[in-house]
């Protein structure tokens, strides 16, 4: 190639060239290969056209990990558009709400999505609105009819071919959109450019070595910044993709992991948290492991010492990021695990990491501060939302909210969070998104969710409540409601009583003190 | 009570917080209604083994046995035996 990859559809292109007939994903046991993905990207690209997308405008993505997925998403940035990739997990308004924040022109779903009915009721900017192909998605699909209003997978495609017509793509252009942890009033949609998921992929592949031969089992949602940079470096390699959408049966993915010789591994915290708790892993064969990557929350050591007593012979990448920097800031290399362990390593290729005090100045190695990032993996901002985006972009620096501090060598411990986001498993929850559903009902007065220690998950959430008087209030009451309008890893595990909230002298509430109550 | 709906109990009052026995369907599937995640599992096998002595090997911890309140009813039979 004379010039760089501009997108991330030039390094799909590239591997459906070089390896058309390896598989690129596995689900249930289908596999497409690249040479048929890159066809039914092609030709879905060409349906987005002929149904009206413009350069620039927005599809929202309904759809669980799946063949379905894929397609869709490099289909949207080869028409040109941005890929919305939805959270599956969350409820009618949450996601009617993200629709309508990024103005999205067309939605491609999976038939038998629950939410999807109330999300065509609020069609709002929706034009097109298409549904995968229900045996490719999941079983909770299968066999369910098109929703009036929408076209299936097959008629859509029917009336267009294979052409592969590139759009010119402006590299600083955005590419996607990944709606992270807000509220009603101050949306996080985190606007990512084809530069940007183009130099993570490249920085990734750098670091990771991998290869057309390598073959992972995959567990991370790709609607996250985590999976999504699983996904493009494994199609840039030209790798396999083995899908396992789901967690609740850890024994399964195991299984699936020495039954398909799977040489990779990706997972938060909680995930080899879940494993170790509830696989004897030693009863499997899985001498296939290549690499282990974990990202998403620091892994406490001890964690870190099992998982790699249990999979001794695989090299564990202990890893850093945000989806503010398209996945990845940092990772600790193999070789200097046992020297730095505790530490998220260094910066990826082409990334800076600074520590800076509260004016923006670097500090000494050794002294703690905020986290900062500069480097092609930095966002161009939050999708129109120029205050929230003027908070963490400054000075041609990403203030990540992370504190840390860097030794001599560059290597990064982070100590702490200046915000009060909640991380539970792979998820990042604003308690002011719990907070604002709650007061919803009748009889809260007043309410602060937290984040609580969990073995697992690392944090659940708790919500203390001061109820106003002789409101009869229950838990469970509490919980229901959330349930009916969040995603359930929203929905507190915890809900405390309290007569007040304890406060600062200017009224702020100081959540840490709620952190140990109960 | 039977099996079937001491689990159903359980399963409504902790991941649906209610007691409207209209809201899951003894055959439902709890992976497709999206009810019970990775560590929701881990409680409910803790419910079972305390309220009905079975212990649930690791091996048995597949959607056969645990994905709907009687496929959960029909597992803690065959436990029994």
């Known amino acids: 190639m004379a010039a760089g990859p501009a997108s991330l559809v030039d390094l799909l292109r590239e591997s459906a060239r070089r390896f058309p007939e390896r598989p690129a994903i596995l689900q249930r046991g289908a596999a497409v290969s690249y040479g048929e993905l890159w066809r039914g990207v092609c030709r879905a690209a060409n349906a987005l056209r002929v149904g009206g997308l413009a350069p620039g405008e927005r599809v929202a993505l309904l759809i669980e990990n799946s063949p379905g997925y894929v397609m869709a998403y490099y289909a949207v940035l080869q028409a040109g558009g941005v890929a919305v990739g ?69 008629d859509w495609l029917a009336a267009v071919d294979e052409s592969d017509v590139s759009a010119a793509v402006d590299s600083c252009a955005p590419a996607s959109i990944i709606y992270t942890s807000g509220t009603t009033g101050d949306p996080r949609g985190v606007t990512l450019t084809h530069r940007n998921l183009v130099a993570n992929t490249q920085s990734i592949l750098a670091y990771l070595g991998l290869r057309e031969t390598d073959r992972i089992v995959n567990v ?8 999504n940079s699983v996904l493009h470096t494994h199609l840039a390699a030209g790798a396999s993709l083995l899908l396992e959408n789901s967690l609740t049966y850890p024994h399964l993915v195991v299984q699936s992991m020495a039954n ?17 708790q509830r696989v004897p892993l030693a009863d499997h064969d899985l001498s296939s492991l290549r690499y282990l990557t974990q990202a998403g929350g620091a892994m406490a050591p001890a964690l870190t010492r099992r998982l790699r007593a249990a999979l001794p012979a695989a090299r564990l990448f202990v890893m850093y990021g945000q989806t503010e920097a398209t996945a990845r800031i940092s990772y600790l290399p193999p070789e200097r695990l046992d ?17 800076q005090d509260a004016q923006g100045r670097r500090v000494a190695a050794g002294v703690e501060g ?10 161009l901002g939050y999708w129109e939302n120029p205050a929230a985006t003027a908070k963490v972009l400054r000075d041609g620096w990403l203030r990540t909210g992370d504190l840390g501090r860097l030794d001599e060598e560059g290597f990064l411990t982070l100590v702490g969070r200046s915000s009060d986001m909640i991380k539970t498993g792979a998820h990042r929850v604003s308690p002011l998104e719990i907070e604002e559903i709650v007061l919803e009902l009748a009889g809260v ?33 509490v919980q229901a409601h959330c349930r009916n309008r969040l995603a359930v890893y929203k929905v507190p595990k915890e809900v405390v009583f309290v007569a007040t909230l304890p406060k600062t002298a200017s009224g702020k509430v100081r959540r840490f003190m709620l952190k140990e109550a109960g | 009570m039977s099996a079937a709906e001491q689990v159903r109990q359980y399963i409504l009052e902790n991941f649906l917080f209610s007691t409207d026995t209209s809201l899951l369907g003894l055959d439902e599937s709890f992976l497709e209604r999206g009810l019970i995640d990775s560590t929701g599992m881990l409680e409910v096998i803790l419910f079972l083994e305390e309220s009905f ?21 029909a597992f803690l039979e065959r436990k029994k035996v």
């Open chain 1, 86 to 154: 939805l959270n599956t997990a969350m409820r009618g308004a949450e996601l009617a709400r993200n629709v309508a924040h990024c103005a999205a022109n067309a939605l491609i779903a999976m038939p038998g999505h629950p939410e999807l009915p109330a999300l065509m009721a609020a069609r709002g900017t929706l034009r097109q609105i298409v549904t995968t192909p229900a045996t490719a998605v999941s079983t909770a699909a299968a066999g369910r009819a098109v929703p009036a209003g929408a076209i299936a997978w097959h």
């Open chain 1, 220 to 227: 991370l949602p790709f609607y996250y910044s985590y999976g």
């Open chain 1, 260 to 276: 398909e010789r799977a040489t990779g591994f990706s997972g938060v915290p909680a995930t080899f948290a879940l494993l170790l």
């Open chain 1, 339 to 355: 020297d730095k362990l505790g530490t998220v390593g260094i910066g990826i290729p082409g990334v800076a990491i600074e520590v």
């Open chain 1, 370 to 379: 905020e986290v900062c990032v500069r480097g092609d993996n930095v966002m």
């Open chain 1, 445 to 477: 007065a007043e309410c602060a969710a937290v984040g609580v220690a969990d073995p697992i998950l690392g944090e659940v959430v708790r919500v203390c409540v001061v109820a106003a008087e002789g409101a009869g209030l229950e838990p469970r009451t």
């Open chain 2, 53 to 73: 002595g079975v212990k649930v090997g690791d091996n048995e911890m597949v959607p056969e046995n645990l994905d709907s309140v009687n496929r959960i009813a």
